[in-house]
């Protein structure tokens, strides 16, 4: 039943695909190939057949009939012209002009800077006489001498200045020198010899007294408060745990483990279990009453 029905599907869509065909692509394809593709080519070979004969051969016929010979006449025309011109300019500048310069400018610009050399040379001479000259001559027998015997004034003076104020600075140099030296002393019996001898002869026996006498028995004291304080720390953190142990043991039961003391702790000293006085109708002492246990009550177990 279900390959009937698939080969009957097939056939459909085969007998459709075939009327479609048919219907929109053989028509179009027909008419492409056998009218479309024709006529274009006709009407293109008849549009190039009337360009060539209607454009091209025409224009060609007038470039090589008209404008070829018209080109090359005015080519002719022009270099003719250009060799006129090129002979005028030849003989109305070129050559007038080179015969101007050499037989004209040229000795006239020689003259020129002959002149103008000699002018030069005289104008170098009358200065070097008047001014150079003149003013090597001050300088040398003038300004030399006077400038050496100048520097060697001021190099005597300095020299000499310099050897005073070395002398002046030495001398002072001592003179503040004894003057700091007996300041110094000065000041050292005045100031520092009293210091040390009251350091010497009062603080330092009244430091020792005070160690020995007041310091170091203090510092016994307070180390043996503080071993005191530590021991109670220890005895009472003793007592703590041997009421929890107490406590755990009786509500849950067993021996259970002794528990470990912490490390450092003072152990508790053992007390011999007290056994209580027998009662009698009359009034007992506070000497018959067993001491109560030293430590925190159950309320300060946790």
Same mark, same amino acid.
């Given at each position: 039943?279900?390959?009937?029905?698939?080969?009957?599907?097939?056939?459909?869509?085969?007998?459709?695909?075939? /009327?479609?065909?048919?219907?929109?692509?053989?028509?179009?394809?027909?008419?492409?190939?056998?009218?479309?593709?024709?006529?274009?080519?006709? /009407?293109?070979?008849?549009?190039?057949?009337?360009?060539?004969?209607?454009?091209?051969?025409?224009?060609?016929?007038?470039?090589?009939?008209?404008?070829?010979?018209?080109?090359?006449?005015?080519?002719?025309?022009?270099?003719?012209?250009?060799?006129?011109?090129?002979?005028?300019?030849?003989?109305?500048?070129?050559?007038?002009?080179?015969?101007?310069?050499?037989?004209?400018?040229?000795?006239?610009?020689?003259?020129?800077?002959?002149?103008? !050399?000699?002018?030069?040379?005289?104008?170098?001479?009358?200065?070097?006489?008047?001014?150079?000259?003149?003013?090597?001559?001050?300088?040398?027998?003038?300004?030399?001498?006077?400038?050496?015997?100048?520097?060697?004034?001021?190099?005597?003076?300095?020299?000499?200045?310099?050897?005073?104020?070395?002398?002046?600075?030495?001398?002072?140099?001592?003179? +503040?020198?004894?003057?700091?030296?007996?300041?110094?002393?000065?000041?050292?019996?005045?100031?520092?010899?009293?210091? !040390?001898?009251?350091?010497?002869?009062?603080?330092?026996?009244?430091?020792?007294?005070?160690?020995?006498?007041?310091?170091?028995?203090?510092?016994?004291?307070?180390?043996?408060?503080?071993? +005191?304080?530590?021991?109670?720390?220890?005895?009472?953190?003793?007592?703590?745990?041997?009421?929890?142990?107490?406590?755990?043991?009786?509500?849950?039961?067993?021996?259970?483990?002794?528990? !470990?003391?912490?490390?450092?702790?003072?152990?508790?000293?053992?007390?011999?279990?007290?056994?209580?006085?027998? !009662?009698?109708?009359?009034?007992? +002492?506070?000497?018959?009453?067993?001491?109560?246990?030293?430590?925190?009550?159950?309320?300060?177990?946790?």
């Amino acid at each position: 039943m279900g390959h009937g029905i698939a080969w009957t599907a097939r056939a459909f869509g085969v007998a459709l695909g075939w /009327v479609g065909k048919a219907l929109f692509y053989w028509p179009w394809v027909g008419l492409w190939r056998y009218v479309l593709v024709p006529v274009g080519t006709a /009407v293109g070979v008849a549009v190039a057949w009337l360009v060539h004969h209607l454009i091209v051969v025409p224009a060609l016929w007038i470039y090589r009939r008209v404008l070829t010979p018209v080109g090359h006449a005015v080519l002719w025309v022009f270099r003719g012209l250009g060799a006129g011109f090129a002979w005028l300019g030849l003989h109305l500048v070129v050559l007038p002009a080179r015969w101007a310069y050499r037989h004209v400018l040229t000795p006239v610009g020689h003259g020129i800077a002959w002149v103008i !050399r000699g002018i030069g040379a005289a104008i170098a001479a009358l200065v070097r006489w008047t001014v150079v000259v003149p003013a090597v001559a001050v300088w040398r027998y003038v300004l030399a001498p006077v400038g050496r015997a100048i520097g060697t004034a001021v190099t005597v003076v300095a020299r000499e200045t310099g050897a005073a104020f070395g002398h002046a600075w030495r001398v002072a140099g001592y003179v +503040s020198r004894a003057v700091g030296r007996f300041v110094g002393t000065l000041l050292r019996w005045v100031f520092v010899e009293p210091f !040390r001898w009251v350091y010497r002869a009062v603080l330092t026996p009244v430091g020792h007294a005070v160690r020995d006498v007041l310091w170091r028995p203090v510092r016994n004291a307070v180390r043996e408060a503080g071993r +005191s304080v530590r021991r109670a720390l220890g005895a009472a953190r003793e007592s703590v745990r041997r009421t929890r142990a107490e406590i755990r043991r009786a509500v849950f039961g067993g021996s259970g483990a002794p528990e !470990r003391p912490e490390p450092g702790a003072v152990p508790e000293p053992r007390r011999e279990q007290s056994v209580p006085a027998a !009662r009698t109708l009359g009034k007992t +002492s506070g000497r018959d009453v067993s001491p109560p246990t030293r430590g925190p009550g159950l309320g300060d177990a946790g």
